[in-house]
């Protein structure tokens, strides 16, 4: 597998698109990028901290320069990349430095038709790091009150970390629910912590009124995707590898519980080897309920109009497009208000 770093910014991939310019294969006609901009959509699977473009870590570090920021961000395998994400994540040191992240991110939801977000915030690293959560997410929040759409928030512990580090996390987002908190989740390395493992966490955030989300199926089986079914889970981060299993596709079908799937975060972390095997399409015609998403769009180097550009390019109609994008609505764990 290639090294891969920082890919076209998302305004770059979007300006590319509507002008026709870049390789024929990545091309499509104005019109239809114009149509997929205006479909009203939802965002639910988008890290903040991957959302930084490297002209917004200028913004935050002018030391840094652009070979700097791509030595630090090219990686070959899931690893690496969650090398890169830590390294750029580093480089937040201040409340005011996550507030700038949230202003360019929604600036760029809301031009791509994105009237809701659920953003994820790494809570469980901001803690690692030392620092203030509380004035991280009071800065947070101010600026999510001046945000183009509608965002809501979903606080994030590391699986690696184990389970008694993700309980501050529940602890805060429990206490921020009244400001925009609506859901508690856990990432990071599957393998290295087990869902299982976070069972009475997940009971906790539940009791205190939070959603449940949990990355699984990403690089780990469907033993992983049922371990998050177990505890909870309302939605699925990823799940692709439930393609193995009848049992469990029908499981989520008759259950509607959504896989929050992200195409090129697959490719780029070599999960799957490239789109046209990616198993998106497949997992819908078997009914399993699948979001579009961009996972960590800065670092992977897409946007959610080209993630639901190149779905359309894996065989699906603009009227399922259309219906994909009323199924991220539906499925928030908030009502969009918009």
């Known amino acids: 597998m290639a090294a891969m770093g920082f890919g076209k910014s998302g305004e770059q991939q979007t ?95 809301s031009a791509q038709g994105v009237v809701y977000a659920e953003i994820t915030l790494s809570a469980g690293v901001i803690l690692w790091k030392g620092q203030d959560l509380e004035a991280i997410y009071s800065a ?64 906790e955030a539940r009791a205190a009124g939070l959603r449940l989300t949990c990355h699984a199926g990403e690089t780990a089986g469907s033993e992983s995707v049922r371990e998050a079914l177990a505890i909870g889970a309302e939605r699925i981060g990823h799940g692709i590898a439930a393609i193995e299993d009848e049992a469990l596709m029908a499981e989520l079908r008759e259950r509607a519980i959504p896989l929050e799937v992200c195409v090129t975060s697959n490719v780029r972390t070599g999960v799957v080897a490239s789109p046209a095997t990616h198993p998106l ?26 993630e639901y550009e ?7 109609s603009e009227t399922e497009l259309e219906e994909l994008a009323e199924a991220s609505l539906r499925f928030a764990f908030a009502e969009p208000g918009r």
Not at 52 to 81: K, M, R, V
């Open 281 to 306: 399409r497949r997992l819908y015609e078997r009914g399993v309920p699948v979001l579009i998403n961009t996972d960590d769009p800065a670092l992977f180097g897409c946007t959610l109009a080209s």
């Open 15 to 109: 300006a590319a698109h509507a002008s026709g310019v870049g390789p024929p294969e990545e091309a499509i006609c104005r019109q239809r990028l114009v149509r997929l901009l205006e479909i009203p959509k939802a965002e639910l699977h988008v890290h903040l901290e991957g959302s930084i473009e490297p002209a917004t870590l200028q913004e935050i570090d002018p030391s840094l320069s652009l070979a700097e920021i791509e030595a630090h961000t090219t990686y070959e395998d899931f690893a690496g990349f969650l090398r890169a994400y830590v390294w750029v994540n580093k480089r937040l040191e201040t409340p005011e430095h996550y507030a700038l992240a949230l202003r360019r991110l929604a600036s760029t939801l």
């Open 310 to 316: 190149l779905a359309g390019r894996l065989g699906f």
């Open 140 to 203: 947070l929040w101010e600026e999510t009150r001046r945000a183009p759409i509608e965002i809501r928030w979903i606080l994030d512990a590391i699986r690696q970390f184990g389970a008694e580090a993700a309980r501050p996390v529940v602890e805060f987002a429990a206490r921020a629910r009244q400001r925009g908190v609506v859901a508690f989740g856990i990432g990071g390395d599957e393998v290295r912590g087990p869902a299982r493992e976070f069972a009475e966490v997940f009971h």
